[in-house]
């Protein structure tokens, strides 16, 4: 990820951004974080963040024409938010002395002309800057127009309390003058902000056709490098809100420093005053509350009506992709702080890359690209930085071993098998149900093939194998290449028939990288030319979880659907299906990098409906039941298999793999009439239930336990627990350790304990351990 698809990654989110009220507010009052402060009773903190922007807090707030108004999400429904009542309670609220910070004077010296919000806003800010600021207004007090104000509305003592302020700055106030003519003040300043027509001896501003002066409207700036003009100066017929004044004057201000340090007017001033917001917050599920209306208009809100007002308010942000995924929830930020973290991570040489865990965490599934208005895909990212980590060899080797080893398993001659239909010497269609389903439903893999060769004609070619997405979701390009090649090959060998797979990602993984292989779904296969004429369960109304690898196939989803009808089965839609379903907390292996994630993940999704779910992918079905959700993959609905009637198992890892190689044997002894000599490993070990869900919870393998047990008892190398008869011995057979705890016995092994570890043990001087 070079810098230039950083910034266009980052800014596809506009979590970050700010909302409609900020946007719409020339100065960018930080509305949204006011009234989260009056919401946490914090009245304190929210005048802070008022104070920050306005000048004038007791004048504004109660003169404000809420511009800001515009921007709220709320008016897209009801009234919007009463902002500035919001902002007055907070000045009201106040009783402490409002902290100034005035930088070192400088030296260089600053007319204002005019004591109206915008000139008196320019002078507060130039003086807050350091530097020497003379105000000259023709009146005998500040304020110009806002005197004119009722009392009511604003209160006297209101605008002396504001303007007292200027006795904290360096500033010089000439009252009762009148200037008549700006090249009076050019030889004594270094820059003039006037915001009053006035005339010039020697020379005339340019003017514009309507007759104010030529004003550039990003800087302010005239054809005199010296003056810069606003308020009636700029426009002799304006009708001002008092907001755009303040903004007018902070922004005269901006420029007058620039020009003062030789600065650029008008470099990344893009994000001054008014704009849209990038942000589009949802109104689903939004509930019309009327606008809180002050029982005494005069003195404003009560707390109690504050806080009522301040709940109506949204506090309005994105966050759509991290509402609906618990790992992009889970690491408490969101996407654009984690595409720079990502970034960093893998732009580091030496030290602690950090954010290896957030990572290989994530499903890959695509859900964030769905709901994200940007349309960034943090799988996407993740893959990609999980590519480059196993290129430049910054990946874990231990993160992706057991994955890769299972998968070394399902490509391996334990399950590998490909034939063509009993009686047949070429194939017409290939049934290739996927590794997981042979782990998970060994039976349905069977009984689906023999369906398909009495329903289609052309022979039915079967392949027993795996797709390579463990590789793939892995970021080992190379070996998930190797994989999908020999698959291939093997498909050609068949005469490359049309390929018919049970498992969605099989489906998703050979669409994208075998554009030239013709592939169709199990289920719209189904659909199409009928189901079995099997003995189905009872009928009843199933929640449908939808598989995320083909969340973009709608045709398949609609099968499913049919296939269910088609049965007598009424179903329920999630709230997060079709293209917006979730993951299962398989995808990406994200339920051995991250299984706290994973859980999580798996909770939720359990939790949506009281139905019970039906699936079309096994790992989808054998995660959900392994939290005790009652789950059915659609094969176990369309055979009648026990888990319809109400059985609940999820294999564990050993049994998936006894159940792959369990199931190439059936198939060679009871389709094709061959015999296959199963591996002879006699060995029994006595392993308790406990002891069982300790080794599937750290992802050892019977395998495992038998290779230790046997390097153990060959060499010798173990050791003896004390008081006991027990043993404690080691092997590491790649990146792991094993550890395993047994006891021998006349006609086997007792499995005590069983742990692993990523440390390489090292024998002292040699010896043994």
């Known amino acids: 990820m070079d810098q230039k698809t950083l910034r266009e990654r980052e800014a596809r989110c506009i979590q970050g951004n700010p909302p409609g009220c900020i946007t719409r507010c020339p100065i960018h009052v930080d509305v949204r974080g006011i009234v989260d402060s009056i919401r946490k009773g914090n009245p304190a903190e929210g005048f802070a963040l008022y104070h920050r922007m306005v000048p004038f807090p007791r004048i504004i707030s109660r003169i404000c024409d809420m511009p800001c108004q515009q921007g709220c999400t709320r008016k897209e429904i009801e009234m919007p938010i009463f902002i500035s009542a919001l902002e007055r309670f907070c000045v009201n609220q106040n009783h402490t002395a409002i902290a100034i910070t005035v ?44 005197w004119d104000i009722s009392e009511k509305m604003l209160p006297r003592q209101a605008i002396l309390d504001d303007f007292s302020v200027f006795a904290k700055i360096p500033l010089k106030i000439h009252y009762d003058t009148r200037i008549r003519f700006l090249d009076s003040l050019l030889a004594d300043f270094d820059a003039v902000y006037a915001t009053i027509p006035l005339e010039m001896n020697e020379f005339r501003l340019d003017a514009t056709a309507e007759g104010g002066i030529k004003v550039d409207p990003v800087s302010l700036a005239t054809s005199h490098k010296k003056i810069f003009a606003g308020g009636s100066l700029r426009s002799p017929i304006r009708a001002d809100s008092p907001i755009a004044l303040v903004a007018e004057g902070k922004k005269a201000a901006i420029s007058i420093d620039r020009f003062l340090q030789n600065a650029s007017l008008t470099a990344n001033r893009e994000n001054e005053g008014l704009s849209n917001s990038l942000l589009c917050p949802s109104t689903k599920g939004i509930v019309p509350v009327s606008m809180v209306a002050a029982a005494d208009p005069v003195n404003g809100y009560t707390k109690e009506e504050a806080l009522q007002e301040a709940g109506r308010c949204l506090l309005c942000e994105c966050m759509e992709c991290v509402k609906v995924c618990e790992y992009l929830a889970h690491f408490h930020k969101f996407p654009k702080q984690y595409v720079r973290e990502i970034y960093n991570n893998l732009s580091i040489v030496m030290g602690i890359h950090r954010a290896n865990k957030l990572i290989n965490s994530c499903s890959l599934c695509g859900l964030c690209e769905q709901v994200c208005p940007g349309k960034l895909n943090m799988g996407e990212i993740c ?92 970021g080992n390009k190379a070996l998930f290449q190797e994989t999908m090649q020999a698959m291939q090959d093997t498909w050609r060998s068949l005469g490359a028939p049309k390929v018919v797979t049970a498992c969605p990602t099989c489906y998703s993984l050979f669409k994208q990288y075998v554009p030239d292989m013709p592939v169709e779904t199990l289920w719209t296969l189904l659909d199409r030319i009928g189901l079995p004429d099997t003995k189905t369960s009872t009928s009843k109304k199933l929640a449908i979880h939808d598989s995320c690898t083909t969340r973009l196939d709608a045709e398949l989803q609609e099968s499913i659907r049919h296939l269910l009808e088609k ?192 440390l390489t043990i090292i024998p002292e001087n040699g010896g043994r351990k």
């Open 103 to 146: 930088l070192p004077r400088k030296d260089k010296k600053v007319a204002v002309v005019g004591a109206g919000l915008s000139g008196l806003t320019a002078a507060w800010e130039l003086g807050c800057k350091g530097y020497i600021v003379e105000l000259f207004e023709a009146a005998d007090r500040l304020g110009g127009s806002l």
């Open 383 to 474: 893959h990609q930085a999980r590519q480059r980590m196993v290129e430049t060899g910054k990946m874990p080797p231990s993160v992706y071993e057991f994955a890769l080893r299972d998968m070394q398993f399902s490509t391996g001659d334990e399950f590998l098998l490909t034939r063509h239909q009993p009686g047949h010497t070429t194939s017409r269609f290939v049934f290739y149900p996927g590794c997981q389903l042979a782990a998970s439903a060994p039976g349905h893999v069977k009984d689906m093939y023999l369906y398909l060769c009495s329903k289609l004609t052309g022979g039915v070619g079967l392949m027993l194998g795996c797709c390579g997405a463990p590789a793939d979701w892995s």
């Open 567 to 758: 049965m007598g089965h009424s179903f329920e839609e999630l709230s997060l299906n079709r293209k917006n379903t979730v993951c299962c907390g398989y995808g990406g292996l994200m339920f051995l990098t991250n299984q706290e994630v994973a859980n999580k993940v798996i909770d939720r999704r359990i939790h949506e409906s009281e139905a019970d779910y039906v699936v079309y992918c096994s790992m989808c079905r054998d995660n959900f039941v392994g939290q005790g959700k009652q789950t059915y993959h659609l094969l176990d609905i369309i055979f009648g298999s026990t888990a319809a009637n109400g059985a609940l198992h999820s294999p564990g890892f050993s049994e998936r793999q006894e159940n792959k190689a369990r199931l190439k044997r059936l198939l060679l002894q009871e389709v094709w009439g061959e015999r296959m000599e199963k591996e002879n490993n006699d060995m029994k070990l006595i392993i308790s239930e406990e002891v069982l869900r300790i080794m599937e919870s750290r992802r050892i393998l019977i395998d495992d336990v038998k290779q230790v047990i046997t390097h153990a008892e060959s060499t010798g190398e173990k050791m003896q627990t004390a008081g006991s008869g027990s043993y404690i011995a080691y092997f590491q057979p790649a990146n792991i350790t094993y550890w395993i705890e047994y006891e021998a016995k006349a006609d086997g092994f007792i499995v005590r304990n069983a742990y692993c570890h990523r």
